[in-house]
């Protein structure tokens, strides 16, 4: 493996005053090496990471990071800028920029390489060095950590041989005197933490904030922190004696803790990464205070993976779209396997398969109808669980495992009851409640041990049951019937108005939160198909085709308003949206938010609402060119998704062309110019 940084990653006077341009600059040295194929898309994915939380670091630090499959190899670039830029830390901007770029699949090795740097950032003098320093090769020299090269001339150390001789002996005498101070280190009054800490690419906050947490344990004296850092790309479980014997727990995180009921039973403080990077000796002064007042955890832990009092303050809005998108992000893989053999038996077997005797009765090997039947078959045992999974791993997303059990419980019964999609949401919802409320019940500690086995699997499914049964699952179901009555009774207007709606949502966010809400509407549908809820899922499918198809057509009718690597990416975009991937779409709304989305929205709506005026149906949860043999209409469909992407085509084309031109080369460039000279990607993002 070649080098991670070397003087040409290196840049001692950005110049950049912004994070993103910063990120650019930095980026572009990267595909001047080699190190990085896509600039847009690597630039997109460096976005997306600092969406999740801002990567600025007390003491005048930025890290802007991520992992991407745009990047060849494990790559560092640093640039020192001289007016500071914001990168949201809170002491202010960061002069200090490392760009940290790793592949997506990015194994063992590569992160601990990584890992190294952000622990010497945790190191004064270090910081103190790059500030200072006037050579890139020797700042490249010293972020590897290289040894200086001057050594002591040969001709010396013969003549200072036999010095060492003597100092050996001297050495010597001294030793007694460590050996007794050593001795009163050994009592163990020291107080002992285990932690864990992890961020959402496991790159840099992972192991800055367990260097920063043993550090401030050294500087105490009296503590002792042993660190579990759960990196994307796996962690190493700390020994089970070492969580016996320690007398609190720090959680510094920003996903969930993987298997968190080995700490129950602990003095614990639960916060996001970064508290554990720039308030160590805070927090492990609340471990204290909290182990002094004998306050511990029962169950797997009194707070959950998003239930915490993280630095970024989620609220509960914040923290209900979590879990329920935990349940949907579950659920989508039955989905799409249950839906998809469904719908080739339906494809193979024609609308009355659904009404064909077990295949484990009756099957006849040579016979099309029996394939058909036992393809619909599986399907609808996989498709069963939909409800139940999107419960259960709600429940999931609020307690960690011990939601797991009365979530599939109250998800089965919202089945039962035919509460269906909207029954499984509420039970998700109740038994993680319900969990939650459990493990804040301060037990006795004989009870411990059987709380996450026992008790809580016992009482919470109890709990979930009375209530899914006898007190709000026929008002749900009620729910239920009326707003399939709703959708089988969408007429005209009606029916245009939802398709509208259901397609601005598809193409807002292309493949975010808002777009899996429309998709995991359309798809609870399915759960009990009816003509209302097939003509729904058709919309949401073919809408979600439009950004990437638009964008693929506008690079290629008006490549000029577009960078190199833009028309590179249409492309692609081709493939991607005819097998309805939206996402295709983000590397040109990354670039140019303000003209592609709307743009996106637009022909989304017009698609939406011309598959339901068309009266187009689709019984498979997914859309794409393969699955047109399952739809109803299918012409009329195609005509819905090629009006939308017209419209997107014409309105970025239009938005793209009212440009101002730039001072250098202009927005709109022609050929390859605004990619060679970097103008381009820079206006829409100040835009």
């Known amino acids: 493996m070649s080098e991670m940084i070397t003087a040409d990653l290196v840049d001692l006077d950005l110049s950049a005053d912004t994070k993103e341009a910063a990120a650019r600059a930095l980026a572009e040295r990267m595909i001047a090496q080699g190190r990085v194929t896509d600039l847009d898309g690597f630039l997109a994915d460096v976005a997306a990471r600092?969406?999740?939380?801002?990567?600025?670091?007390?003491?005048?630090?930025?890290?802007?990071h991520c992992r991407s499959e745009h990047v060849t190899e494990p790559t560092l670039a640093f640039g020192r800028s001289a007016v500071g830029i914001d990168?949201?830390?809170?002491?202010?901007?960061?002069?200090?920029?490392?760009?940290?770029?790793?592949?997506?699949?990015?194994?063992?090795?590569?992160?601990?390489?990584?890992s190294s740097l952000a622990r010497q950032l945790m190191d004064e003098d270090f910081k103190a060095a790059l500030r200072t320093a006037t050579d890139a090769g020797a700042t490249a020299a010293l972020i590897r950590g290289d040894e200086?090269?001057?050594?002591?001339?040969?001709?010396?150390?013969?003549?200072?041989?036999?010095?060492?001789?003597?100092?050996?002996?001297?050495?010597?005498?001294?030793?007694p005197r460590p050996e007794p101070e050593t001795a009163p280190a050994a009592p163990a009054a020291k107080f002992k933490i285990v932690a864990?800490?992890?961020?959402?690419?496991?790159?840099?906050?992972?192991?800055?904030?367990?260097?920063?947490l043993e550090k401030a344990g050294r500087d105490a004296g009296d503590v002792e922190v042993l660190v579990e850092t759960q990196g994307s790309a796996g962690f190493t479980r700390l020994a089970p004696e070492a969580i016996a014997g320690a007398d609190g727990v720090i959680f510094a995180h920003d996903v969930p803790v993987r298997e968190k009921d080995r700490f129950a039973g602990k003095p614990t403080v639960d916060v996001g990464v970064k508290a554990g990077i720039n308030r160590p000796a805070e927090l492990i002064g609340?471990?204290?205070?909290?182990?002094?007042?004998?306050?511990?955890?029962?169950?797997?832990?009194?707070?959950?993976?998003?239930?915490?009092?993280?630095?970024?303050?989620?609220?509960?809005?914040?923290?209900?779209?979590?879990?329920?998108?935990?349940?949907?992000?579950?659920m989508v893989p039955f989905v799409a396997a249950g839906g998809l053999l469904i719908a080739l038996g339906f494809a193979i077997g024609g609308y009355t398969i659904n009404k064909a005797p077990s295949v484990a009765e009756h099957f006849v090997w040579t016979q099309t109808d029996s394939?058909?039947?036992l393809l619909f078959q599986v399907g609808s045992v996989a498709f069963a669980f939909l409800v139940p999974v999107l419960a259960g791993f709600i429940a999931y997303g609020m307690a960690d495992r011990p939601g797991l059990v009365p979530g599939f419980v109250g998800g089965s019964i919202a089945l039962t009851i035919n509460a269906g999609f909207l029954g499984g949401l509420?039970?998700?919802?109740?038994?993680?409640?319900?969990?939650?409320a459990i493990q804040k019940v301060n037990v006795p500690p004989v009870l411990r041990g059987i709380m996450p086995v026992v008790v809580i699997p016992l009482i919470s499914s109890a709990v979930v049951g009375f209530l899914m049964f006898l007190v709000i699952g026929k008002p749900i179901a009620s729910l239920q019937r009326a707003l399939t009555d709703w959708l089988n009774s969408l007429s005209g207007a009606n029916a245009i108005i939802l398709g509208i709606i259901l397609g601005l949502m598809m193409c807002f966010d292309l493949g975010g939160p808002l777009n899996k809400v429309a998709y995991a509407f359309a798809v609870g549908g399915l759960a009990n198909p009816t003509e209302g809820s097939l003509?729904?899922?058709?919309?949401?499918?073919a809408a979600g085709m439009v950004p990437p198809l638009a964008m693929a057509l506008a690079t290629t009718v008006r490549g000029r308003l577009f960078t190199k690597t833009e028309r590179e990416n249409g492309k692609a975009a081709w493939v991607l949206g005819a097998s309805f991937i939206t996402e295709g779409a983000i590397p040109f709304a990354a670039a140019d938010p303000l003209r592609v989305i709307p743009a996106s929205m637009a022909g989304g709506a017009v698609t939406g609402a011309l598959s339901m005026a068309f009266g187009c149906t689709l019984r498979a949860p997914h859309g794409g060119i393969f699955v047109v043999p399952l739809i109803g209409n299918p012409f009329l469909y195609l005509i819905a998704i090629a009006a939308g992407v017209c419209v997107s085509t014409a309105l970025v084309v239009i938005l793209k062309g009212m440009r101002k031109p730039a001072p250098q080369g202009g927005a709109d460039g022609a050929g390859d110019a605004p990619a060679q000279k970097g103008q381009e990607p820079k206006i829409p993002v100040a835009a």
């Open 50 to 64: 600092e969406a999740q939380m801002p990567t600025g670091l007390d003491g005048g630090i930025g890290i802007p």
């Open 87 to 114: 990168f949201g830390a809170p002491d202010g901007p960061a002069d200090l920029i490392f760009l940290i770029a790793a592949p997506a699949g990015a194994d063992d090795a590569h992160l601990t390489i990584l």
């Open 148 to 175: 200086p090269e001057p050594t002591p001339e040969p001709t010396t150390e013969p003549e200072s041989t036999p010095e060492p001789t003597t100092e050996p002996e001297s050495t010597t005498e001294p030793e």
């Open 196 to 212: 864990v800490t992890s961020c959402p690419t496991g790159i840099a906050h992972t192991y800055m904030a367990a260097e920063s």
């Open 286 to 330: 609340e471990v204290r205070e909290k182990a002094a007042r004998g306050e511990t955890t029962s169950g797997a832990a009194s707070t959950t993976p998003v239930d915490r009092a993280g630095d970024a303050g989620d609220g509960y809005g914040t923290k209900l779209r979590k879990w329920l998108m935990s349940g949907v992000s579950y």
């Open 371 to 373: 394939w058909a039947a």
């Open 426 to 436: 509420a039970a998700g919802l109740i038994a993680g409640g319900v969990v939650m």
């Open 535 to 541: 003509k729904v899922m058709a919309a949401v499918m």
